[in-house]
């Protein structure tokens, strides 16, 4: 029977105070996951306002994720210790979601500096460039590896980035050495790299040699790449360099913001030493 002391609502009233619909409140009594406090001799359904906290569990617990099966198991085994658990458990889950949206507006935040940066390039230019030490994350050595070898090397170099979080939102470029570079192997890498700004422990690192470097762009398909590498050659001559040990080459314009190939924008960082 009715308490007339208490207030009681009905589904549509009550999922009005839920901000849900009433499919909803529908659903989870079915399941029998949150069932109405009353139900009359006509079967309408009734909840009382100390049900809104119970309402308000379930939707933090889907809201980090945890399955309506998963909500039905605790329910079932309910105690203030096991909900003391549950709340410590999905406290540990939050915080790892914060950490990876951290991480992702990271990410969107280098992405945003690197496009806006581009769109100041003059992508015609020559410049001779003292670059400041980066440190790189490296995949594994690379060098003549076959056409299969190297997609390979690229989806696990991507697969290592994403499980180790150590995307940064640089561009992923390829490290080539001098010998290859001179014998107009280009795109013979002998490593990937990503920049990490904030190198964490426990991971191999590279420190790019600080000093010289003559930066040019290329613009088009990779299939003419030479063309450039020979105006970058001959200014690094004219100016009396040699080159040295790698060259760094990342897109500047890839996929994700040109349609046509033909459009995308590599960076070619030479480094260079003085000649004897």
Do not use: W
């Not at 210790?81 to 458990?89: A, P, V």
């Not at 050659?233 to 046509?260: C, H, P, S, T, W």
């Amino acid at each position: 029977m009715f308490n007339k002391n208490v207030k009681y609502f009905t589904t549509g009233e009550f999922a009005k105070i839920c901000k849900v619909n009433k499919q909803t409140l529908i659903y989870y009594d079915q399941i029998g996951l949150l069932s109405p406090i009353m139900k009359d001799s006509k079967d309408y359904r009734y909840y009382s306002i100390a049900q809104y906290e119970f309402f308000s569990v379930i939707e933090l617990l889907k809201a980090v994720g945890m399955s309506l099966k998963d909500i039905q198991t605790y329910m079932a085994e309910k105690s203030p210790e096991n909900f003391l658990d549950l709340m410590r458990q999905q406290k540990e889950i939050v915080a790892k979601k914060r950490r990876e949206l951290e991480m992702i507006e990271n990410i969107i935040d280098v992405k945003i500096d690197l496009t806006e940066e581009s769109l100041h390039l003059d992508f015609d230019s020559i410049t001779i460039e003292h670059l400041p030490e980066a440190t790189l994350y490296l995949s594994k050595n690379i060098e003549d590896s076959t056409e299969e070898q190297f997609t390979k090397a690229v989806s696990d170099f991507i697969d290592e980035l994403d499980r180790s979080q150590l995307d940064t939102g640089y561009p992923i470029g390829g490290m080539t050495r001098r010998e290859q570079v001179l014998a107009g192997n280009y795109d013979n890498y002998s490593y990937l790299y990503i920049e990490q700004p904030l190198p964490r422990e426990g991971h191999p690192y590279f420190k790019a040699i600080e000093g010289v470097f003559i930066v040019g762009y290329h613009v088009g398909l990779a299939t003419t790449l030479g063309e450039t590498y020979e105006r970058l050659f001959k200014v690094m001559r004219e100016k009396g360099y040699e080159l040295g040990q790698y060259v760094y080459e990342e897109y500047i314009y890839d996929a994700v913001i040109k349609n046509r190939e033909e459009e995308y924008v590599t960076k070619i960082m030479v480094e260079i030493k003085k000649g004897c």
